[in-house]
């Protein structure tokens, strides 16, 4: 079982960054998969990103560069840097773990919210 534990949602002007961390416990973080995902009122969760244990990462296309996912395996943390923002990130983050091989296998934290407006 995994533990994961958002924070680092807020209030923030358009423009604005932040940057949102999970911290994961209850199994090896360095063999989980990581993703972020987000969903805004009357969306479906859409995802952000993901980093492997070897931090290579992949994105969503609509992320062009704004958002960055990084990962500290000393510290059991994912982290996602949001720059560039819009009001139309405004949604609740959610961070997830996949444990290989079991990939069907996913967990979910509680997600930290996350507003952008002016």
């Known amino acids: 079982q995994v533990q994961l534990v958002e924070s680092g949602g807020g209030l923030v002007q358009p423009g604005g960054s932040l940057r949102l961390s999970c911290v994961a416990s209850?199994?090896?973080?360095?063999?989980?998969?990581m993703h972020w995902y987000r969903q805004a009122p009357g969306k479906q969760r859409e995802f952000i990103a993901g980093i492997a244990r070897d931090s290579t990462t992949n994105y969503a296309d609509w992320v062009k560069g704004r958002f960055t996912i990084s990962r500290d395996n000393g510290k059991s943390t994912v982290y996602l840097q949001m720059n560039s923002l819009k009001v139309e990130d405004t949604a609740l983050y959610y961070c997830n773990a996949v444990p290989p091989p079991n990939f069907a296998i996913n967990y979910w934290g509680n997600g930290t919210l996350v507003t952008v407006s002016s």
């Open positions: 209850g199994s090896t973080f360095t063999s989980l998969l």
